[in-house]
């Protein structure tokens, strides 16, 4: 069995993870060299658990995760919803509950799930049908609602984006998703009211970073700083100035990217960005050739959430978008986020796999499989 599913494997994606691999922990341990270094250890066990789940997960059909789909969306929920009561505080927000052994953060589990129950929901209905797209808003909603209170704006945003491209590739209407943006600048209205002072610093601040260059510009000008160093090649491997001194917030986490700017140049940007589009588009040729319209939904679903981590860490330290809490995929440093990433490539390969057990006019038969 193990070598019959080694013999359908989707290697272009699987070397495409290990190149992540090798980037994200060389560029980590950059980060963390002048620093605390236990961090550097703590994520490649991180790489190690998320692997062997990897591995477990290529092993999962993919009518069990459909039939998983609502019992992982609730639970993901509940989690959610325990968190403002015995979530844990750090850095001002109650994001994570305490499991004992680590820190979990059930926002990042709840950005899967609600793409798994999303692409189950619309696989056994019919998409364009206005009460089946109502019961999807619903079901971003509510999470994207106990999300905004935690408060983590970034996730909250990218979780309705993810939301809306599914639908959209469900085969919602465009014209409907247009309307639907008409609308946006009431919803901007309402949603800037809501802000906490600091949410609303922060925009201002990405609309003039000078206007409070100690305070809540400070994020942004350091890191511009740190890229526009860089150069073509970098100032070379642990040569950075500004990572090495701590000029740099959040060196290890949302601002890594700007570590690997400096010491690696638009050389070591262009090798991480090319290994992006390459992750992209292979999720998207597996999502073509999926077996199924659940499948297919769940690679887009995967997809769409890749991008937009990419889209907005990147736009948010070179300045331009507004500072969010948004992790560089596979390469900033956290358990939770990690994880959940490495095992939603997971059900990618899942897909390969079942796909390569269909002929091309077997496919999309049947919903699920």
């Known amino acids: 069995m193990i070598f019959s599913l080694l013999r359908r494997l989707d290697y272009p994606l699987l070397l495409i993870l290990l190149a992540l691999f090798g980037v994200g922990l060389t560029t980590l341990y950059a980060a963390v060299y002048h620093g605390d270094f236990a961090i550097w250890y703590k994520q ?80 056994t209905r019919e998409a364009v049908q206005w009460q089946n797209v109502f019961m999807a808003v619903v079901l971003a909603g509510i999470p994207a609602g106990l999300i905004a209170i935690q ?38 209205f309402g949603l800037w009211q809501t802000m906490h002072d600091y949410q609303k610093q922060r925009v201002l601040t990405f609309i003039d970073p000078q206007s409070d260059p100690l305070g809540s510009g400070y994020h942004v000008i350091q890191s ?40 690696g140049g638009l050389i070591a940007i262009s090798i991480l960005l090319l290994l992006y589009w390459a992750l992209l588009w292979r999720i998207l040729v597996i999502a073509s050739q999926a077996s199924s319209r659940f499948s297919g939904l769940l690679c887009i679903g995967i997809a769409s959430i890749f991008m937009l981590y990419i889209f907005v860490n990147i736009g948010m330290v070179s300045g331009l978008l507004p500072v969010v809490g948004v992790p560089l995929p596979f390469v900033s440093y956290g358990g939770s986020a990690l994880l959940t990433m490495i095992v939603a490539l997971g059900i990618v390969m899942r897909v390969a796999i079942e796909s390569r057990d269909h002929l091309p006019w077997q496919r999309h038969g049947s919903p699920l499989a």
């Open 44 to 123: 490649l066990v991180f790489w190690s658990v998320g692997l062997l789940a990897f591995s477990f997960v290529c092993f999962i059909p993919l009518r069990v995760l459909g039939l998983l789909a609502w019992p992982t969306y609730l639970v993901s929920v509940l989690c959610l919803a325990l968190v403002p009561v015995i979530g844990d505080v750090h850095m001002g927000a109650r994001r994570w509950l305490d499991l004992g052994v680590v820190n979990f953060q059930p926002s990042e589990l709840m950005k899967w799930s609600l793409i798994l129950m999303l692409s189950f929901w619309f696989a």
């Open 151 to 188: 408060p983590d704006l970034g996730t909250t945003l990218v979780l309705l984006m993810a939301a809306a491209a599914l639908v959209v590739a469900a085969g919602f209407q465009w014209r409907w998703l247009l309307a639907a943006f008409g609308a946006s600048p009431v919803v901007l």
């Open 224 to 263: 511009s700083i740190a890229i526009g160093s860089g150069g073509l090649f970098g100032k070379g491997f642990l040569q950075g100035t500004q990572g090495r001194l701590h000029f740099l917030p959040e060196q290890h986490t949302d601002f890594i990217f700007a570590i690997l700017a400096e010491e």
